[in-house]
């Protein structure tokens, strides 16, 4: 059985920092490309940070310089640390595994940035 499973979601002040987890398994989580979206209600899901099986990056201009995703494929895990946190970064986050024409998706963790 396919599951993903985030953690580390929470309340953070804005300039704070959190690293969220990915766990994953059912799967061979090495071939998959791994990322990370958020969505805020009423808006589209985006993507924020992805890291693909060569360890390759990418990631949404808005979070480049404070967000950073890595992988441990020897625990099935993907992160994502934020640093310098901003309200505008409050969603719920979601892990996205890919590989050709199959996706997975977890059940999201929530982030909420404010004094």
């Known amino acids: 059985q396919v599951q993903l499973v985030e953690s580390g979601g929470g309340l953070v002040q804005p300039g704070g920092s959190l690293r969220l987890s990915c766990v994953a398994s059912g799967f061979t989580f090495s071939l998959y490309a791994m990322s990370w979206y958020r969505q805020i209600p009423g808006k589209e899901r985006e993507l924020v940070a992805a890291?693909?099986?060569?360890?390759?990056?990418n990631y949404e201009d808005s979070v480049k310089g404070r967000f950073t995703i890595y992988r441990d494929n020897a625990k099935n895990t993907v992160y994502l640390q934020m640093n310098s946190l901003k309200p505008e970064d409050t969603a719920v986050y979601y892990c996205n595994a890919a590989y050709l024409n199959t996706y997975y998706w977890g059940k999201g963790t929530l982030v909420t940035v404010s004094s």
């Open positions: 890291i693909r099986r060569d360890f390759n990056t």
